[in-house]
């Protein structure tokens, strides 16, 4: 694990553990790096990086942070604004930027703020150079063959410029409507924009398709963003859309790479439920190449029953949109994601994209000509229980004989009826205990059984 960049960015508290001077200072190698990058192949233009940013109070800080780095190391820096992470994704890999960063925590609390890198190719930064940066950071920085206590300011002529380039977010909007194959005419949709990224994006993508849109959480104020909204809290979208009678509704996150669906009854359909929808309908197309979805382990059971039963194969990742990707990229798969709504179509996009898994759902309604919730019901969800437990030492707890022995037992217990995982947190002094069963009681059984070895064994931070 990376001492500053998890699988999803640098990621903190803003002017706690994620500071103005960091952002300055990954401003500064990124700016150098990629610019010496260039020099030493022979092109003297500078270097070219493109931000962009979410709604948080904290964002504008950052991005003036960053500009003053990527600027003061001869880099040119280009100014999506207030936009989404998977637009900068597209700019990256569609009009030749040398790299792109994209400053939001995601479904974070407006107070965390976080740095997103994404390559050339508009795909997370690839680990060498999040390295490079990382090594920077702690003054340890070794590049081209030599170390560097202190990187090179650029002077006179060679100081980057910034560039406003709102145009880009633009020729993304124009990439999504695009993509549209049907006309949304008649159609009401509810759309929760989570006071984030996609506030003054999404309705005009449904709009420009026909449909009859309604938004929902679309006032940010720097503060607000996922504030009881979007899709981490999402009873809010299934309130409207009952109330409103509305045929469906989608809600993201703040930076809008994540999508979870409503249906016309006010029903949660997940990631699971995307995955399930968009992979049965891309199957029966012909366009479902390997016959395979990629899925994390944190997908329910449920859903590989279901994907049994229509004869689509699957793959299991680490959690993580990055892992996915990874094997899609790999492995040559179209439809890939996670429960929690990152999901992703790599003929269309190569990270999660929130607005074009809306419209990839619309396309599959609109085609069958039937409701969401007809789509959903061949999906069985089986009942989940999980339970952090905080360890001393995680390693110590997961390899334990006797916790081992209970989780075969678990496991043995439940047969084909169900599942059991138990994982380490990233992030956090926790060991995960999760169970899967026909009902609630059952899993509670089973994890408490695992949970109760963990204690006695005495795991637990006391």
């Given at each position: 694990?990376?001492?500053?960049?998890?699988?999803?960015?640098?990621?903190?508290?803003?002017?706690?553990?994620?500071?103005?001077?960091?952002?300055?200072?990954?401003?500064?190698?990124?700016?150098?790096?990629?610019?010496?990058?260039?020099?030493?192949?022979?092109?003297?233009t500078p270097a070219r990086i493109v931000i962009g940013k979410?709604?948080?109070?904290?964002?504008?800080?950052?991005?003036?942070?960053?500009?003053?780095?990527?600027?003061?190391?001869?880099?040119?820096?280009?100014l999506l604004h207030v936009t989404t992470t998977p637009s900068?994704?597209?700019?990256?890999?569609?009009?030749?930027?040398?790299?792109?960063?994209?400053?939001?925590?995601?479904?974070?609390?407006?107070?965390?703020?976080?740095?997103?890198?994404?390559?050339?190719?508009?795909?997370?930064?690839?680990?060498?150079?999040?390295?490079?940066?990382?090594?920077?950071?702690?003054?340890?920085?070794?590049?081209?063959?030599?170390?560097?206590?202190?990187?090179?300011?650029?002077?006179?002529?060679?100081?980057?410029?910034?560039?406003?380039?709102?145009?880009?977010?633009?020729?993304?909007?124009?990439?999504?409507?695009?993509?549209?194959?049907?006309?949304?005419?008649?159609?009401?949709?509810?759309?929760?924009?989570?006071?984030?990224?996609?506030?003054?994006?999404?309705?005009?993508?449904?709009?420009?398709?026909?449909?009859?849109?309604?938004?929902?959480?679309?006032?940010?104020?720097?503060?607000?963003?996922?504030?009881?909204?979007?899709?981490?809290?999402?009873?809010?979208?299934?309130?409207?859309?009952?109330?409103?009678?509305?045929?469906?509704?989608?809600?993201?996150?703040?930076?809008?790479?994540?999508?979870?669906?409503?249906?016309?009854?006010?029903?949660?359909?997940?990631?699971?439920?995307?995955?399930?929808?968009?992979?049965?309908?891309?199957?029966?197309?012909?366009?479902?190449?390997?016959?395979?979805?990629?899925?994390?382990?944190?997908?329910?059971?449920?859903?590989?029953?279901?994907?049994?039963?229509?004869?689509?194969?699957?793959?299991?990742?680490?959690?993580?949109?990055?892992?996915?990707?990874?094997?899609?990229?790999?492995?040559?798969?179209?439809?890939?994601?996670?429960?929690?709504?990152?999901?992703?179509?790599?003929?269309?996009?190569?990270?999660?994209?929130?607005?074009?898994?809306?419209?990839?759902?619309?396309?599959?309604?609109?085609?069958?000509?039937?409701?969401?919730?007809?789509?959903?019901?061949?999906?069985?969800?089986?009942p989940q229980v999980l339970v952090n437990v905080r360890v001393?030492?995680?390693?110590?707890?997961?390899?334990?004989?006797?916790?081992?022995?209970?989780?075969?037992?678990?496991?043995?217990?439940?047969?084909?009826?169900?599942?059991?995982?138990?994982?380490?947190?990233?992030?956090?002094?926790?060991?995960?205990?999760?169970?899967?069963?026909?009902?609630?009681?059952?899993?509670?059984?089973?994890?408490?059984?695992?949970?109760?070895?963990?204690?006695?064994?005495?795991?637990?931070?006391?």
């Amino acid at each position: 694990m990376s001492k500053y960049f998890g699988t999803d960015g640098f990621r903190g508290e803003a002017n706690k553990n994620l500071t103005a001077d960091h952002a300055f200072r990954v401003g500064r190698f990124l700016g150098w790096y990629y610019g010496e990058l260039k020099r030493r192949a022979g092109d003297a233009t500078p270097a070219r990086i493109v931000i962009g940013k979410d709604t948080r109070r904290s964002s504008y800080m950052f991005e003036y942070s960053l500009v003053g780095g990527l600027t003061a190391s001869g880099a040119d820096a280009y100014l999506l604004h207030v936009t989404t992470t998977p637009s900068v994704a597209y700019v990256c890999r569609t009009e030749g930027f040398d790299c792109g960063i994209m400053i939001s925590a995601s479904h974070n609390p407006y107070y965390d703020n976080g740095l997103k890198l994404i390559n050339g190719d508009g795909e997370k930064m690839e680990e060498t150079t999040i390295d490079l940066v990382e090594a920077y950071l702690d003054g340890a920085l070794e590049a081209f063959g030599q170390k560097w206590e202190v990187l090179p300011y650029a002077t006179g002529d060679a100081i980057g410029r910034t560039v406003d380039y709102v145009a880009g977010r633009n020729r993304y909007l124009g990439y999504l409507i695009s993509l549209g194959l049907y006309s949304f005419k008649g159609i009401k949709v509810g759309l929760d924009c989570a006071n984030g990224a996609s506030w003054n994006m999404a309705k005009s993508v449904f709009d420009a398709l026909g449909a009859e849109t309604y938004v929902i959480n679309a006032e940010p104020n720097g503060t607000n963003i996922n504030l009881d909204a979007g899709s981490t809290k999402i009873a809010g979208l299934q309130k409207f859309v009952r109330e409103n009678g509305l045929d469906v509704g989608f809600a993201f996150d703040g930076d809008c790479d994540r999508c979870l669906a409503v249906d016309e009854n006010g029903s949660l359909l997940t990631g699971d439920h995307i995955l399930y929808i968009c992979g049965r309908y891309m199957k029966e197309n012909g366009t479902l190449l390997n016959n395979t979805v990629v899925t994390t382990i944190m997908s329910n059971i449920g859903l590989y029953k279901a994907f049994d039963a229509v004869g689509i194969g699957y793959a299991k990742t680490a959690v993580g949109d990055k892992y996915v990707y990874e094997y899609m990229s790999k492995n040559g798969c179209r439809l890939g994601g996670e429960e929690s709504g990152h999901i992703i179509f790599s003929k269309y996009a190569t990270t999660g994209d929130g607005l074009l898994t809306s419209l990839k759902m619309m396309e599959v309604m609109i085609a069958r000509k039937a409701k969401m919730s007809e789509l959903a019901a061949p999906l069985t969800i089986y009942p989940q229980v999980l339970v952090n437990v905080r360890v001393n030492d995680k390693k110590a707890a997961q390899n334990d004989p006797d916790v081992q022995a209970a989780v075969r037992a678990a496991e043995q217990a439940l047969g084909d009826s169900g599942r059991i995982l138990v994982r380490e947190s990233g992030t956090e002094p926790l060991i995960r205990v999760m169970a899967e069963a026909a009902t609630e009681e059952e899993c509670h059984a089973q994890v408490d059984s695992i949970v109760s070895v963990i204690r006695a064994k005495g795991h637990e931070i006391q």
